[in-house]
């Protein structure tokens, strides 16, 4: 990427560290380049994205926005000594916990364990002259806080009850997992138009009536979250004023009358048009968006987002989606699951100009809306690249030493310093423009029929396509490679993560969990075990393998076109297994390659890193946006910065949006 009218090196990309965390911070170069109504479109959009935090806060564990007023009245108010162990530990706990939205980590769901004893809390909230909260209360939030067999988990995976197990907000204490099936079940079945299904229980907790019966409480300026929907849904009434166009307009009209009533076919024609919006320079994502938070996969948590056309770089990936059905008719899957029409396939690179709910701080690179299955299918999905992030990390990573540790090898090592941060750009396109839109399900085939290893298999499908596509002569022909191999560079990084180094974010003895993380694993420990296989029949030197050496592990690739032929295979069984809803298939491939993790290699690994000393995690610092005005009071301009910490950012977040 290339910020021509830019230092970067004046920029300061890394800030504060702290647990397993680094907090970066992010340029909007774009910004400088819109015209003072747009730049109020963004600044109203943003105060949008931001006024929803603590819905998320909220959803994530019904004690989390609780447990932050005792934390930073403590942090603000409390008389107790600001030295020694103790207050360092909670200095690192409020941060986790301002990190993660709550009390569980933000990717293991794992409730944080802190270093403070509950003794301590206890003596540091008397220490406060006058609490804002009572004591019963704070006896009961430090129980919760220190005591690590209460709520131990944000999202269960594996339990004979996931509800049960799970400390999400999303259903209210005490319903069972089977109930809460069945009572979707009843209302899939009951669908007005079954090609057309809304997301049902998308915007609502699911509680229990006097009568012990199930009911949706939904989300809306009516219902649960009111005050805080009321307040979006101000911030975007004031951001429609500043609208680039008529069908941004009707966007915000759409999603004002979704706040306001809850209802799910709104939400359909609301994302119905956003997809529709393609002209403006200024996009954004206020809603109940991604469902990684409910183990279930049905209730969807709160995301605010507002990003800036990065237009030189969207010329790579719409040279992408005008190839779209280029791409759909030559991939190695069976032609009955192929799209006959490729359509709606649009690609942006952007620069993100406000991180909200469940996309702070830590946020996605790559985004691809909406989730609705028939509404992609036949409105298409739009897609980004979030360009200013992946700049930010490629900015803090360069240097730290990590590369050198796990790519011994010095050829590979300078060809991944060369090409990877260009390839894993294009990956990323790869994945969210076409790989998450490609394919099609059988007729009557349910979209949510691989249940539980529905969101591994769709990720595996995407990165698939983007690993199968990244290798082929296509990419160069179209001028989106450097070299006709750069694509080498992109296969090793991806199959060192998969293989190594992801390992790194786990915990000793614990499974890989998250979706992404399974999907990595199963990709690359399949095409290990083909690499082996076919190195025993034929007698040859593996296409990949792992061997030992001076005490280290290695990945080696010896034959980079073989192992996409293993790529293409591995593609067209795993859209076959989407295609056909095929739940047996999924979970045996997902539970033999994906979940499991080799103990020895896990500590090797995790003793590598550890000398390394690096934050497994980063997440960003937002910018702040001010208005200035002249002495008459006339909004003259908006002014960004880039120079609140952490710490400040949270405590005013706090202040402003709670
Ligand atoms: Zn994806």
């Known amino acids: 990427m290339n910020y021509s009218n830019t230092d970067n090196t004046a920029f300061q990309y890394a800030d504060i560290r ?30 949008a994205a931001l006024c929803g935090r603590d819905i998320l806060w909220d959803q994530n564990c019904r004690h989390n926005i609780d447990v932050r007023h005792l934390l930073e009245d403590i942090l603000l108010h409390s008389g107790i000594e600001h030295q020694g162990a103790q207050w360092q530990a909670f200095l690192t706990y409020i941060r986790q916990v301002w990190f993660a939205n709550g009390i569980h980590h933000h990717y293991s769901t794992d409730k944080f364990t802190p270093k403070f004893s509950a ?17 019963s209360r704070v006896m009961e939030l430090i129980h919760i806080i220190t005591d690590p067999t209460i709520m131990p988990k944000r999202v269960c995976q594996n339990a004979e009850d996931l509800l049960l197990a799970s400390a999400c907000n999303y259903y209210a204490e005490g319903i069972r997992q089977v109930l809460a099936e069945d009572f979707y079940a009843k209302k899939k079945a009951s669908a007005i138009d079954a090609n057309r299904p809304v997301m049902y229980g998308m915007n609502s907790r699911l509680e229990l009536d006097e009568e012990g019966n199930l009911r949706e409480n939904t989300y809306s300026t009516q219902g649960l979250y009111a005050s805080h929907l009321n ?68 209730k969807a948590s709160w995301e605010g987002y507002v990003n800036i056309l990065d237009k030189q770089a969207t010329r790579r990936t719409e040279v992408l989606s005008q190839n779209a059905q280029w791409f759909e008719d030559n991939s190695p899957v069976d032609s009955r699951f192929k799209k006959k029409e490729c359509k709606g396939v649009t690609a942006r690179v952007v620069q993100a100009a406000m991180l909200g709910g469940d996309l702070y701080p830590s946020s996605a690179i790559g985004i691809n809306l909406p989730n609705s299955n028939w509404v992609r299918s036949v409105h298409g999905s739009k897609s980004v690249t979030i360009g200013n992030l992946t700049e930010a990390y490629d900015q803090a990573a360069q240097g730290n030493g990590f590369r050198q540790e796990f790519i011994r090898d010095k050829e590979t090592l300078k060809m991944v310093n060369k090409y990877a941060h ?86 000793p003895g614990c499974q890989i969990e998250e979706a992404h ?3 990595r694993a199963l990709i690359a420990h399949w095409c290990l075990e083909q690499s082996t296989h076919w190195a025993n029949i034929f007698g040859t030197i593996p296409a990949m393998q792992l061997v030992k050496r001076e005490d280290k592990t290695e990945l080696l690739i010896h034959d980079y076109p073989t192992l996409r032929q293993f790529i293409g295979q591995l593609l067209a069984e795993i859209q076959r297994i989407k295609s056909e809803g ?38 960003f610092i937002n910018p702040c946006y001010s208005l200035q005005k002249d002495p008459q009071g006339n909004v003259v301009d908006v002014l960004i910065s880039y120079d609140e910490s952490f710490d400040s950012q949270m405590l005013r977040y706090g202040q402003e949006y709670a």
């Open 18 to 47: 702290f647990a397993d965390i680094q907090l970066l911070r992010y340029r909007v170069p774009e910004f400088e380049n819109l015209t003072l109504t747009q730049k109020l479109y963004v600044y109203h959009l943003s105060e």
């Open 119 to 135: 003794q301590w809390l206890e003596e540091a909230y008397k220490a406060i002259p006058s609490p804002i909260m009572d004591e």
């Open 231 to 298: 307040r979006i849904c101000s911030h975007l009434e004031k951001a429609q004023e500043y609208a680039e166009n008529q069908k941004q307009r009707d966007i915000i009209n759409l999603l004002l009358q979704f706040y306001r009533t809850g209802s799910l076919e709104t939400f359909d024609q609301y994302t119905i048009a956003w997809v529709g919006e393609t002209e403006g320079n200024i996009d954004f994502i206020n809603g109940f968006t991604e469902v990684y938070g409910d183990p279930l996969g049905l």
């Open 422 to 507: 260009q390839l894993d750009d294009l990956h990323t396109d790869l994945h969210e423009c076409l790989g998450h839109g490609s394919g099609q399900l059988l007729p009557g085939v349910d979209a949510d029929a691989l249940g539980v290893h529905g969101s591994t298999i769709e990720e595996t499908r995407a990165d698939l396509f983007a690993l199968y596509y990244i290798a082929d002569q296509k990419m160069y022909q179209l001028g989106l490679t450097p070299t006709p191999d750069a694509w080498h560079s992109n296969y090793y990084t991806y199959m060192l993560n998969g293989l190594m180094t992801q390992l790194v974010r786990i915990q």
């Open 517 to 519: 993380m399974r999907n």
């Open 582 to 619: 095929d739940t047996l298939a999924a979970k045996h491939l997902v539970e033999k390659y994906g979940v499991d993790i080799d103990a020895t290699l896990h500590t090797e690994i995790l003793e590598r890193y550890q000398k390394l000393d690096l934050a497994p995690y980063k997440g």
